[in-house]
């Protein structure tokens, strides 16, 4: 089965910039759009962003403005620019992949930690 592997998490000075990436291990073509949530511990996860096959994007309305998801050249790629970081954008942040008629994938999460 392919699994998603998430990269780019760390310590970041609030109002910095970060980018996330996300990469799938192989080709599943049953996927047809991939997302970014985040959860802090103890809360549920939250909806980021979503990114079809097809380009079209939505944002929870939280993030819009601040939050970018973009597709990479590989098949299965995605990322999540973010600038302004708050401390409250501390969580991990998880790569999600849609797939038609199966369930979804999830990567194992990379945790963002952002200091005031």
């Known amino acids: 089965q392919v699994q998603l592997v998430e990269s780019g998490g760390g310590l970041v000075q609030a109002g910095r910039f970060l980018k996330l990436s996300c990469a799938a291990s192989g080709l599943d073509s049953s996927i047809n759009a991939m997302g970014w949530y985040r959860q802090v511990p103890g809360k549920q996860r939250e909806f980021l962003a979503r990114?079809?096959?097809?380009?079209?994007?939505n944002y929870a309305d939280s993030v819009k403005g601040r939050f970018t998801i973009s597709r990479g050249v590989a098949k299965h790629t995605v990322y999540l620019e973010v600038n302004s970081l708050k401390p409250e954008d501390t969580a991990i942040y998880y790569c999600?992949?849609?797939?038609?008629?199966?369930?979804?994938?999830w990567g194992k999460g990379t945790l963002v930690t952002v200091s005031s």
């Open positions: 999600n992949a849609q797939r038609s008629s199966a369930m979804d994938l």
């Open positions: 990114i079809t096959d097809g380009g079209s994007t």
